[in-house]
C-alpha cells in the first residue's frame, strides 16, 4: 500500500481549496493543518494554484500532504507534478494521468460515478477512486456500489456535512473530499482563522467517533 494510501485511509478527511487567493492560502492552510487536517490540495482551475502548492509543500512539509484537484489531464498533472504535489485528485478519468503518477510515484484519484468506470480506474492502476458528484448521487448509490465493489477505497466527494458524515462512512466510504462545507473561504478572507480551525476540529473528532 502506498504512503498516500495510508495517509487517505487514516485520515479519512482531504481538504479541498477551489479558488482560494495567493495572499489567504498560507493561512488558510495552516489554520486547517490547527485542526487536526492532514491531507489538503488546490484545485488547479484555481489562478496561482502551482505557486501555492509549491509554498505549501516548503511551509507545511512534515505537517500535512499537499495535492492538487481539479486535474484534467496530463499537462496539468505534469505542472502540479512539478510544483511538488504529493497527490492528485480529478473529477475524471484520464488513464493517462494515472499511467504519469504511476510514473513519478505519485498516488493518482481519478473521479468517477459508474462500477465500469470505477474498475477501469482500478485497473489502469488508481489505488483510490473519487465517487463524484455524491452530493447528487447520494448515500443509498454509494452503498448499493459498494457491496460488489468492496476492495476498492473510494473517496466521496460532494455533499458531505457535520449531520450526514456520518452517513457516508456507514455507506462505504473510505474518506471524503471537502471544498466549501470544511473551509469557508469568507471566513478566511476577512481572518477568521480560528473558526477555520474549529470547523476543522468539528470534522476531525466526527471522523474519529466513527
Request: aromatic share 6%.
Amino acid at each position: 500500500m502506498s504512503t498516500m494510501l495510508e495517509q487517505l485511509l487514516e485520515h479519512k478527511i482531504v481538504a479541498i481549496l477551489r479558488g482560494i487567493e495567493d495572499r489567504h492560502a498560507d493561512a488558510a492552510g495552516q489554520a486547517l493543518i490547527d485542526g487536526g487536517i492532514r491531507l489538503m490540495e488546490i484545485t488547479m482551475n484555481t489562478p496561482g494554484a502551482a505557486v501555492m502548492i509549491e509554498r505549501w509543500r516548503s511551509n507545511f512539509d512534515g505537517k500535512a500532504w499537499v495535492g492538487a484537484g481539479t486535474v484534467l489531464d496530463l499537462d496539468m498533472a505534469k505542472t502540479a507534478a512539478d510544483a511538488g504535489a504529493q497527490f492528485l485528485i480529478s473529477p475524471n478519468l484520464d488513464e493517462a494521468v494515472i499511467a504519469y503518477g504511476r510514473e513519478r510515484g505519485l498516488s493518482v484519484w481519478p473521479g468517477v460515478m459508474t462500477p465500469t468506470e470505477i474498475v477501469k480506474a482500478w485497473k489502469a492502476g488508481a489505488d483510490a477512486v473519487k465517487i463524484f458528484p455524491m452530493g447528487t448521487l447520494g448515500t443509498k448509490y454509494l452503498a448499493e456500489i459498494r457491496g460488489p465493489l468492496d476492495q476498492i477505497p473510494m473517496i466521496a466527494t460532494g455533499g458531505v456535512d457535520l449531520h450526514n458524515i456520518a452517513e457516508y462512512f456507514k455507506s462505504g466510504a473510505n474518506a471524503v473530499g471537502m471544498g466549501g462545507k470544511l473551509v469557508n473561504l469568507e471566513w478566511i478572507r476577512e481572518g477568521r482563522h480560528e473558526q477555520v480551525t474549529e470547523r476543522a476540529k468539528q470534522f476531525v473528532e466526527a471522523v474519529r467517533a466513527l
